[in-house]
């Protein structure tokens, strides 16, 4: 990791957005440099320990190192590379009766047919929150968890430079997508700026235009039913 970015990415972060959470990153390794590796989540009453709970302690500055053996969640484990993806009866339970996120086996073969499968690049996976971040750090994804201001700034400041592109979700139906895009339009109609830029000012059902950034917003939901 170059240092000289993640000093940089501190101090613009506070200036734009005082006061937001630090992201948190993540890669694989094999060796551990003082990350905790915990143990795995005691059984509770739904059977399972969702990834993102395990990410809390990591939210507030503890790094955790994660593999087949310590994620709490079965579906955690092929969709970090632990292990083979495939559709047993327990996912596919779980998917249709207890999450109801899809309607019928068929829909759920379909996930996994069109879904990429990954490989673990390392013995671990590695979550740390930027400011821990060291030279020896190889950060692969950044992850943020922030209000929809932050959200809609990041958007802009990113696609200012980078082009037009889509506001994606990556877990979640398109209602999901819905509330997230209803929040981005929000915070963008509070900031005078970026509304000034849309022009007309006319939002257009599942698209926002900035045209002044050249910019775009739409609804995409990676994985809807």
Not at 19 to 26: A, F, K, T
Not at 33 to 46: I, T
Request: net charge neutral.
């Amino acid at each position: 990791m170059n240092l000289d970015i993640k000093k940089n990415f501190l101090e613009k972060w506070e200036e734009h957005f005082p006061g937001s959470e630090l992201p948190i990153v993540c890669y694989y390794t094999d060796e551990l440099y003082g990350e905790e590796f915990p143990k795995a989540p005691r059984p509770n009453k739904s059977g399972y320990t969702c990834i993102f709970s395990q990410l809390a302690p990591v939210r507030r500055g503890h790094a955790r190192a994660f593999n087949a053996q310590n994620l709490g969640c079965f579906g955690a484990r092929p969709t970090l590379g632990f292990e083979k993806s495939e559709v047993s009866d327990e996912i596919m339970d779980f998917l249709i009766n207890v999450e109801r996120y899809k309607k019928t086996p068929e829909h759920v073969y379909t996930l996994f047919d069109t879904n990429r499968t990954i490989q673990a690049q390392g013995k671990y996976i590695v979550f740390k929150r930027w400011d821990l971040l060291s030279d020896s750090d190889d950060p692969q994804v950044v992850s943020f968890f922030c209000g929809a201001d932050a959200i809609a700034g990041l958007h802009a400041l990113f696609f200012s430079s980078w082009g037009a592109e889509v506001l994606s979700v990556g877990i979640g139906g398109r209602s999901t997508a819905q509330v997230i895009f209803n929040k981005a339009r929000r915070a963008i109609q509070l900031n005078p700026i970026l509304y000034a830029s849309v022009g007309d000012r006319d939002f257009l059902r599942n698209e926002i235009r900035v045209p002044e950034l050249e910019s775009r917003w739409q609804i995409r939901a990676w994985m809807c039913t």
